[in-house]
């Protein structure tokens, strides 16, 4: 019973973690304009902090599925702390911000604010009302059609993949940073500019390919200077297409 329970909620991150990645690819090309990369990964359409809030919403707001003002205001709060400390430890471990709040209303040092936090309740609405409750029929039907055995090595595979993509991609974050660092000289929190990089991902990785796959990157230097990276790599294009443009 408790493995099953653990594969039913890795089947939760992975969905929604993919669900994440095309509703962050939907809000950039109608708030930006643009197609551009959502991905938390170098690989896969995976964006893990709506697979992680997906598991613990589910988890703790379950209990108040026909309550819309608790689902709400409870939803808020969890999607803030769980956006906050996503990008605390995510500064920690790949020592740059994937967002920054600091000019918005309301805002806990730029790392959420007022408006997410009711984008947060209203998702956690549609979340534990409407959507999870297809999804965990879907499951039904397809246990139902296939081998559990295979359903249960396809999530291992597939969690499995999720791991190696997330260690390989904080080693390419590190030297491309290191190499940044370098290159533009500039004194990257957490970053050993006299590290040497690996030669090997400074090819394969290249500036161009690390600014398409994260377009919104930020680095916080020694002295607390926030950067947005795209302005100082400002001729490498970081993005797919851009919606009135020819290009």
């Not at 806990?108 to 408006?115: D, F």
Request: aromatic fraction near 18%; include cysteine.
């Amino acid at each position: 019973m408790k493995k099953n329970v653990i594969y039913k909620f890795l089947i939760y991150f992975i969905v929604y973690s993919i669900v994440g990645f095309f509703l962050e690819t939907i809000y950039a090309i109608f708030t930006k304009g643009m197609l551009e990369s959502r991905q938390s990964f170098l690989y896969g359409p995976f964006c893990i902090v709506y697979g992680i809030a997906a598991i613990i919403m589910i988890s703790i707001l379950s209990r108040y599925k026909n309550n819309n003002k608790k689902l709400f205001f409870y939803g808020a709060i969890l999607g803030s702390i769980i956006e906050y400390f996503s990008s605390y430890i995510g500064e920690l471990m790949f020592h740059v911000k994937w967002w920054d709040y600091s000019n918005d209303f309301l805002n806990i040092n730029g790392r959420t604010c007022l408006y997410y936090a009711v984008l947060w309740g209203i998702l956690a609405i549609i979340l534990i009302k409407y959507i999870n409750p297809l999804l965990d029929k879907g499951i039904n039907i397809v246990t139902n059609k296939i081998s559990n055995i295979l359903l249960k090595t396809v999530i291992s595979l597939i969690t499995l993949f999720m791991v190696f993509d997330g260690l390989f991609t904080c080693y390419a974050l590190e030297n491309f940073l290191v190499r940044v660092a370098n290159e533009y000289k500039m004194n990257i929190n957490g970053v050993d500019s006299e590290k040497i990089g690996n030669i090997y991902f400074e090819e394969a990785f290249s500036n161009e390919k690390m600014m398409m796959t994260y377009p919104n990157m930020i680095v916080v230097k020694n002295n607390g200077e926030i950067v947005y990276l795209e302005t100082v790599l400002s001729g490498i294009k970081n993005y797919y297409y851009k919606f009135g443009s020819n290009e």
